[in-house]
């Protein structure tokens, strides 16, 4: 179905099925805001959630990208609202929300997605401290900037809030990802934390810890070529069933084996990337 490998097959379990009427009926003229919608999760995410009567915001800096996608969505179901923004940037996030406010039907779910990623060592970082700063500027800051002001739309709505986490923030912390991990585990918990909170209040809350998904953020990184990965479209059905179910949380089924070897057998996993590394004379 997603074009998969065998392995990818075993790991990833491809078969999401989604109940298409039990979507609609969830989604029926909901607004719904997807960050970082101009490529990979959020874009196949923003086509399959075109093909029903919402309200759609998609967010990212390539507005040009944005435009052509709302062109071809419009021709589905959807109404689609497009906003460039760098929501690193203040100015540019309080646009954004002065934009969402404004709306008369308000807003019902947020999907929390767009992020940066960086593959650096530490010995490589000495000088790049932007690399950090940036990294938490979207990774973090962003989505907690925006979630505060959205959180009583989203009361009065009974909405939804979904993260777009990473595998990366419950297992022991790889070499070289110190930028990007420090940050996801930041919105991570910092989600978790707030959410009983928010599910007192009406507002339900999915966290999706995903592993390596084929989309451009990974292209960098030569050593990903050939090692399985999700396809997008796949993680896409992923969260529209969420929207339906309101699941607190999805991950790959073998995640939670890796979390508890990651509290057994820390010592052993931390010895074990020392000794990779000096095999590779880092
Ligand atoms: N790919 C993976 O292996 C993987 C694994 C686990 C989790 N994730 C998470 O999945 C989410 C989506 O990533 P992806 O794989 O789909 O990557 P992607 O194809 O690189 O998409 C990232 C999106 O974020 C937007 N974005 C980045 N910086 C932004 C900024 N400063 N302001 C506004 N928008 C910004 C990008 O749009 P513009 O460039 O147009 O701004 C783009 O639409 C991320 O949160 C990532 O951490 C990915």
Redesign the pocket.
């Known amino acids: 179905m997603y074009n998969y490998r065998l392995l990818e097959k075993l790991l990833f379990s491809s078969g999401v099925r989604l109940n298409r009427s039990r979507l609609t009926a969830a989604l029926r003229k909901k607004t719904i805001l997807i960050?970082?919608?101009?490529?990979?999760?959020?874009?196949r995410l923003a086509y399959r959630l075109a093909e029903l009567p919402v309200h759609l915001i998609l967010?990212?800096?390539?507005e040009d990208?944005l435009l052509v996608m709302k062109q071809e969505m419009e021709k589905l179901s959807a109404r689609v609202s497009i906003y460039g923004?760098?929501?690193?940037d203040a100015d540019e996030r309080e646009g954004l929300l002065s934009f969402i406010h404004r709306l008369p039907d308000g807003l019902d779910i947020v999907v929390s997605?767009?992020?940066?990623?960086i593959n650096r060592s530490i010995m490589d970082s000495l000088d790049r401290k932007h690399d950090f700063t940036r990294t938490m500027a979207?990774?973090y800051v962003?989505p907690v900037e925006l979630l505060l002001s959205l959180i009583p739309l989203l009361r009065r709505a009974q909405g939804h809030i979904i993260n777009?986490?990473?595998?990366n923030t419950s297992i022991v912390p790889l070499p070289k990802w110190a930028a990007y991990q420090a940050s996801?585990s930041a919105f991570d918990i910092w989600l978790r934390s707030a959410s009983p909170e928010l599910r007192v209040s009406g507002i339900a809350t999915t966290s999706i810890y995903?592993?390596?998904?084929r989309?451009?953020?990974?292209e960098p990184t030569a050593a990903y070529r050939s090692v399985p990965?999700m396809s997008?479209d796949h993680v896409a059905d992923i969260i529209a069933k969420s929207l339906y179910t309101r699941r607190r949380s999805w991950m790959p089924w073998w995640l939670p084996l890796g979390q508890l070897a990651s509290v057994l057998f820390r010592a052993t996993l931390e010895r074990f990337a020392e000794r990779r590394l000096r095999g590779r004379g880092r």
């Open positions: 960050t970082g919608a101009s490529s990979g999760i959020g874009e967010v990212a800096r390539r990208k923004a760098d929501l690193r997605n767009a992020g940066l990623s979207i990774n962003a777009i986490s990473t595998i996801k995903l592993p390596l998904v989309t451009p953020m990974i990965a997008p």
